[in-house]
Each structure stands twice: as structure tokens, then as C-alpha cells.
């Protein structure tokens, strides 16, 4: 990143409180909009990362009536081909990790479908962009990074131009889904993901990345070049971008921002 002055990274000395300022920075927007009778629009993450994000949010729907009858959702991908009662299956990461715990209406959420033929997919990506449009496009969407820097399942490769699509999974994303399937071969090859461009239309785009295992890819994505080798750098053009991470995910960063948040 050549002017790192002007990008907005919040530094968190460790996944908790980097995950709870997350939430409430989508538990604010929530109640923002639902006080000027809107909906808010999200599009939301899976992995291990935003995992905390939900569980805040939970809680705060269960103990401080964060209501989100008035939430629209659209996760950024789904492994292809998938059951969406698959345990793997995204579908059921969000039901365990939040949509079963919280007031959602089940039609406000939407998740690309894993189930559909292949002749049917390209028309359901279609579809899915313009569900988005409809709804006035994504207030806010949150990320995690993959290690190949992908955002969503946009591999190295994708395009800022890209919107949502069939794509291919890059060997290392398989290789560090093989825990959660229990072995190569039975990661999928492919998911269905929202593209750059349907990413980088929402309002706001909060990245969150944790853990050293993230280090090495946050500094590529935030301090190298523009380049589809990292899709994640193409965020580096966008004003509307948030870097929200923990001390060891920005341990690589030549900048040290640690004393960057004194306002949480
Ligand atoms: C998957 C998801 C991404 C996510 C990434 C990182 O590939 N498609 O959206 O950001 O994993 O996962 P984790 O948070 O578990 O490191």
C-alpha cells in the first residue's frame, strides 16, 4: 500500500476485541436503519474468523433485544455442488453459528445454492445479483481473507469486474478446508461466490483477519501491489474499506498501527 495514511486499519490487541467492535459496528447499523423504518442489508462471511462477530451477536440479540427482524442477508459463497444440509454445507455454518439463535425472517436470508444442476447456475447467479440490487445493494459486508488472498471464494485470477459465478477452488483454500471434511477428497472443487465487483458495491466492506496464520497475506494484500494474484488487494482502490485485525495478523505490516485504536 503505497499511502497508508488514508487507509482506515484498526489494530486489536486480540481476536475477541477485534470481533466484538465488528459487532457492534453491524449491531449499530442494524439499529440505525431499523429506527429510519429500513431494512439493513448484510452481507456476511463463513470460515473461522467471523465466528466471535456472531456469537456478540447473539448476544446481543438474546440479552441487550438487538432485534434483526428488519436484517437481509446475503453470504458472499457456497461450496458447488452442496447439500444445504450438509454439515459442511455453508447453509448450515450460518444456521448453527447464527441464523438458528436470532428473529431473522428464514426469507430475508439468502445463500448462494449449492444444490442446482449445472445448467442452472449461471441463471442463479444472475439472480442472486440482481436479489441484491433489489434490495438496494449491501449496506455492509464483512470478509475474511483466504491465505491465497481470496475474498469469498475469488481466487487468484478474479477480476475486479467479476460478479457472482462458478469458480474453482485454488489448492491451498482445499488443503485448508481438509479439516472440516475429513480429507482431500471430499473437499468440493468448486463454489458458487460472489464476485470483486458485487463486493466492492457495498456501502461500507469491513475485512476482518485474525491470527498469525493471516500475517503473511494481510501484508500482501494491504502493503503490495494492486494485482489479481491477490484478489483481496483490489480493496486497496476502495475508500469504503475497513481492515479490522489483531495484533498478529498485522505483525507483518511495516507500519506499526497497534497504538491506532484508543477509541474501540
Ligand atoms: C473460506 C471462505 C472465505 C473466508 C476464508 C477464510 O474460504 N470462503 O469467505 O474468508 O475461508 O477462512 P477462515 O476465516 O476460516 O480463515
Redesign the pocket.
Known amino acids: 500500500m503505497n499511502n497508508q495514511e488514508e487507509k482506515f486499519i484498526k489494530v486489536y490487541p486480540n481476536s475477541e476485541t477485534a470481533s466484538l467492535y465488528v459487532a457492534g459496528r453491524i449491531a449499530s447499523l442494524i439499529v440505525k436503519k431499523s429506527e429510519l423504518g429500513q431494512k439493513t442489508v448484510l452481507g456476511l ?5 467471523p465466528k466471535l462477530v456472531y456469537k456478540e451477536l447473539i448476544r446481543l440479540h438474546q440479552y441487550e433485544g438487538l432485534s434483526f427482524k428488519s436484517v437481509v442477508t446475503f453470504n ?2 457456497e461450496y458447488y455442488p452442496m447439500q444445504a444440509v450438509d454439515e459442511q454445507s455453508y447453509r448450515s455454518f450460518m444456521n448453527v453459528n447464527l441464523f438458528n439463535h436470532v428473529d431473522m425472517p428464514s426469507e430475508n436470508i439468502h445463500i448462494p445454492d449449492g444444490t442446482l444442476n449445472l445448467e442452472a447456475v449461471q441463471a442463479h447467479c444472475a439472480l442472486y445479483e440482481k436479489k441484491i440490487q433489489d434490495f438496494g445493494g449491501l449496506d455492509l459486508q464483512l ?4 491465505r491465497t488472498g ?1 475474498i ?2 475469488n481466487e487468484p485470477g478474479s477480476l475486479v469486474h467479476s460478479t457472482t459465478r462458478l469458480v474453482h477452488l485454488n489448492d491451498l ?1 482445499i488443503s485448508d478446508a481438509i479439516a472440516d471434511f475429513g480429507g482431500k477428497e471430499h473437499v468440493p472443487s468448486q463454489a458458487i461466490t460472489m464476485g470483486v465487483k458485487t463486493i466492492t458495491q457495498a456501502k461500507e466492506i469491513i475485512l476482518l483477519a485474525l491470527s498469525q496464520r493471516k500475517a503473511d497475506i494481510i501484508q500482501q494484500a494491504l502493503e503490495g501491489g494492486i494485482s489479481s494474484h491477490i484478489p483481496a488487494s483490489f480493496l486497496q482502490q476502495f475508500k469504503n474499506v475497513e481492515y479490522v485485525l489483531d495484533q498478529e495478523a498485522a505483525s507483518q505490516l511495516a507500519t506499526n498501527y497497534c497504538s491506532a485504536v484508543t477509541n474501540p
Open positions: 462471511a463463513t470460515g473461522a474468523t458472499l459463497d470478509l475474511g481473507i483466504g481470496h469469498g471464494f483454500t
